[in-house]
């Protein structure tokens, strides 16, 4: 029994990268051998184990068969005879189908080492367009490593676009597709994942709703980039450099999707298109599976960004109305992701990074006012009392702060 580490951990290693999870393949070994070691078995569609004391991942060396669409249709053979180089060769990367021994020697049979100098993501082996998934993880190694300056290879991005061509990526399940989508956001570059689904065609596929904006043309006096796909990349890009949340990255994505819908007799123009995306987010993520507080904050996004960027401009009645239809006093926290969301909206158009949002303070300088008002000494008032006074004073404390600023 020979035992090697294996995968991201290499690959991070040869970056000089810090290493997060640790997987090993086992070699020439049973599951009963190594159960007897102590090893718990926790693999379901094949043996893979945690280590009794480190509680790391061990699996062993298996060859993998395509017999039905979709990812998984494979029958797996795990004996003792399969090799490391037989183990390595069906995954995904070359950069991902590199080992280490215990004597700290790489095993690298398929140019893994190369293609890190080079900056590559490549296939390993025909076998990639046999599991669908792995277009969504060589679209998300792109959101993590185009910073360091990887590109795709043009005949893996070849390849890819043939397997959406012959339906592989209809096959993905809704849970998949959003794990390896969530996961991508959360990267350095997200917006690399998405032009890597689009450049294969996968996003008209798992996201048509967001493919659908690209060439829908907005006004350039507000939009120097013009085209509503590119400024919501942008936007998601300048929340990634921002260090936003996932949900953030999620609302930007999604909160522009209703401009698909303009008649194109009404471009550059959208009116409209804040309630007109509402539906479509909704059914996206009941497709995918999106979490709640995700499909929240986008919804609130569409809804209300355009208020936020009239920030300047709103009576303290349009205000207040805006605090209470985003539940502001109750989920504080919320709204602040909002106008996150909204600060990165503004800030995603071309050459506009660095223009001041003042809008953003004004708001926020209202909220925190009518925040302020208490019915805490008040113990005269009540029932519908209660919210007439709160409303009231609320009203006059957002007019202050519109006359002093």
């Given at each position: 029994m020979k035992i090697y580490l294996?995968?991201?951990?290499?690959?991070?290693?040869?970056?000089?990268?810090?290493?997060?999870?640790?997987?090993?393949?086992?070699?020439?070994?049973?599951?009963?051998?190594?159960?007897?070691?102590?090893?718990?078995?926790?693999?379901?569609?094949?043996?893979?184990?945690?280590?009794?004391?480190?509680?790391?991942?061990?699996?062993?060396?298996?060859?993998?068969?395509?017999?039905?669409?979709?990812?998984?249709?494979?029958?797996?053979?795990?004996?003792?005879?399969?090799?490391?180089?037989?183990?390595?060769?069906?995954?995904?990367?070359?950069?991902?189908?590199?080992?280490?021994?215990?004597?700290?020697?790489?095993?690298?049979?398929?140019?893994?080492?190369?293609?890190?100098?080079?900056?590559?993501?490549?296939?390993?082996?025909?076998?990639?367009?046999?599991?669908?998934?792995?277009?969504?993880?060589?679209?998300?190694?792109?959101?993590?490593?185009?910073?360091?300056?990887?590109?795709?290879?043009?005949?893996?991005?070849?390849?890819?676009?043939?397997?959406?061509?012959?339906?592989?990526?209809n096959a993905l399940v809704a849970e998949r597709v959003w794990r390896e989508l969530e996961r991508a956001l959360s990267e350095t570059h997200p917006r690399a994942c998405f032009e890597v689904l689009r450049a294969c065609g996968a996003l008209q596929v798992i996201l048509p709703e967001l493919n659908s904006l690209f060439g829908v043309p907005q006004s350039p006096q507000w939009h120097p980039e013009i085209d509503t796909g590119e400024h919501v990349l942008l936007a998601l890009q300048i929340a990634a450099e921002r260090s936003a949340s996932v949900p953030v990255r999620f609302a930007l994505l999604m909160h522009d999707l209703g401009k698909a819908f303009t008649p194109s007799d009404h471009w550059p123009r959208h009116h409209g298109h804040e309630t007109l995306g509402l539906p479509v987010i909704d059914a996206l993520c009941i497709r995918l599976r999106v979490p709640q507080e995700h499909r929240e904050l986008a919804r609130l996004a569409s809804r209300f960004h355009t208020h936020v960027h009239r920030g300047l401009e709103l009576r303290a009645d349009t205000l207040l109305q805006l605090f209470e239809s985003c539940d502001a006093f109750r989920r504080p926290e919320r709204f602040q992701e909002f106008l996150e969301v909204c600060e990165c909206d503004a800030r995603g158009r071309l050459g506009l990074a660095e223009n001041p949002y003042p809008q953003r303070t004004r708001v926020q300088l209202a909220l925190d006012a009518a925040a302020r008002i208490s019915v805490e000494h008040r113990s005269n008032l009540k029932g519908p009392e209660i919210g007439e006074f709160l409303r009231t004073q609320r009203l006059a404390a957002i007019a202050d702060i519109i006359h002093q600023h």
């Amino acid at each position: 029994m020979k035992i090697y580490l294996v995968g991201g951990a290499v690959r991070d290693e040869l970056l000089g990268l810090a290493v997060g999870e640790r997987d090993w393949v086992v070699v020439g070994a049973t599951p009963a051998e190594l159960e007897l070691q102590g090893y718990k078995s926790v693999g379901r569609d094949f043996p893979v184990f945690l280590h009794p004391i480190t509680h790391e991942e061990y699996a062993l060396a298996r060859l993998e068969r395509k017999v039905a669409p979709g990812y998984r249709g494979f029958t797996t053979d795990f004996s003792p005879q399969v090799t490391l180089e037989e183990d390595l060769i069906r995954r995904d990367l070359t950069i991902n189908a590199m080992a280490r021994d215990d004597e700290g020697n790489v095993i690298d049979p398929y140019g893994g080492q190369k293609d890190l100098a080079q900056r590559v993501l490549r296939h390993v082996s025909p076998a990639f367009n046999e599991d669908p998934v792995r277009i969504l993880r060589l679209a998300r190694f792109a959101a993590r490593f185009t910073k360091l300056g990887f590109t795709v290879a043009p005949n893996t991005l070849m390849l890819m676009q043939t397997m959406v061509a012959a339906g592989e990526a209809n096959a993905l399940v809704a849970e998949r597709v959003w794990r390896e989508l969530e996961r991508a956001l959360s990267e350095t570059h997200p917006r690399a994942c998405f032009e890597v689904l689009r450049a294969c065609g996968a996003l008209q596929v798992i996201l048509p709703e967001l493919n659908s904006l690209f060439g829908v043309p907005q006004s350039p006096q507000w939009h120097p980039e013009i085209d509503t796909g590119e400024h919501v990349l942008l936007a998601l890009q300048i929340a990634a450099e921002r260090s936003a949340s996932v949900p953030v990255r999620f609302a930007l994505l999604m909160h522009d999707l209703g401009k698909a819908f303009t008649p194109s007799d009404h471009w550059p123009r959208h009116h409209g298109h804040e309630t007109l995306g509402l539906p479509v987010i909704d059914a996206l993520c009941i497709r995918l599976r999106v979490p709640q507080e995700h499909r929240e904050l986008a919804r609130l996004a569409s809804r209300f960004h355009t208020h936020v960027h009239r920030g300047l401009e709103l009576r303290a009645d349009t205000l207040l109305q805006l605090f209470e239809s985003c539940d502001a006093f109750r989920r504080p926290e919320r709204f602040q992701e909002f106008l996150e969301v909204c600060e990165c909206d503004a800030r995603g158009r071309l050459g506009l990074a660095e223009n001041p949002y003042p809008q953003r303070t004004r708001v926020q300088l209202a909220l925190d006012a009518a925040a302020r008002i208490s019915v805490e000494h008040r113990s005269n008032l009540k029932g519908p009392e209660i919210g007439e006074f709160l409303r009231t004073q609320r009203l006059a404390a957002i007019a202050d702060i519109i006359h002093q600023h």
